[in-house]
């Protein structure tokens, strides 16, 4: 398993596409509609998740998450999606470390994500920093991590 950083010219780019048209997560298939018009500052990043040549799993890192405008964060790690049949492997986890990884070298002390599950990314050392009316899908907690 490897966690690669994609850009729009490599292969793994289309492969990601097709991956997260599939998804049955309705990002996912947001995420693939914004890949297929590049929709991405030069700085924000797309990662795949890859185990055997094939795509597994997916995350962004970019600016801004969709949250009601009181909540003025940024830069934030989006769409951490894995596919069921590659569960329990800590492919998010790995995803998620990748992303924080970028985002140091770019600079961030700080990256924070919204998501509507309890439990998980506590344990990847998110600390939960409200709770919010979700502007889109299920997504209801802001947690950030300092990097």
Same mark, same amino acid.
């Given at each position: 398993?490897?966690?690669?950083?994609?850009?729009?010219?490599?292969?793994?780019?289309?492969?990601?596409?097709?991956?997260?048209?599939?998804?049955?997560?309705?990002?996912?298939?947001?995420?693939?509609?914004?890949?297929?018009?590049?929709?991405?500052?030069?700085?924000?990043?797309?990662?795949?998740?890859?185990?055997?040549? &094939?795509?597994? =799993? *997916?995350?962004?890192?970019?600016?801004?998450?969709? $949250?009601?405008?009181?909540? @003025?964060?940024?830069?934030?790690?989006?769409?951490?999606?894995?596919?069921?049949?590659?569960?329990?492997?800590?492919?998010?986890?790995?995803?998620?470390?990748?992303?924080?990884?970028?985002?140091?070298?770019?600079?961030?002390?700080?990256?924070?994500?919204?998501?509507?599950?309890?439990?998980?990314? &506590?344990?990847? =050392? *998110?600390?939960?920093?409200?709770?919010?009316?979700? $502007?889109?899908?299920?997504? @209801?907690?802001?947690?950030?991590?300092?990097?």
């Amino acid at each position: 398993m490897t966690i690669e950083a994609i850009k729009k010219e490599q292969e793994l780019w289309e492969k990601t596409i097709r991956f997260a048209e599939k998804c049955p997560w309705p990002p996912g298939r947001r995420l693939a509609e914004r890949m297929k018009i590049n929709d991405f500052a030069d700085w924000e990043q797309v990662f795949a998740a890859v185990q055997d040549g &094939e795509v597994a =799993g *997916f995350c962004v890192f970019e600016h801004k998450g969709t $949250v009601q405008k009181d909540f @003025d964060f940024h830069p934030f790690l989006n769409m951490v999606f894995v596919d069921e049949g590659h569960r329990g492997q800590r492919i998010s986890q790995k995803l998620v470390e990748a992303a924080l990884r970028y985002a140091k070298e770019l600079g961030y002390s700080k990256v924070y994500l919204k998501s509507e599950h309890r439990g998980l990314y &506590e344990k990847y =050392g *998110f600390r939960k920093i409200a709770d919010f009316v979700p $502007v889109t899908g299920k997504a @209801d907690q802001l947690f950030e991590i300092e990097i």
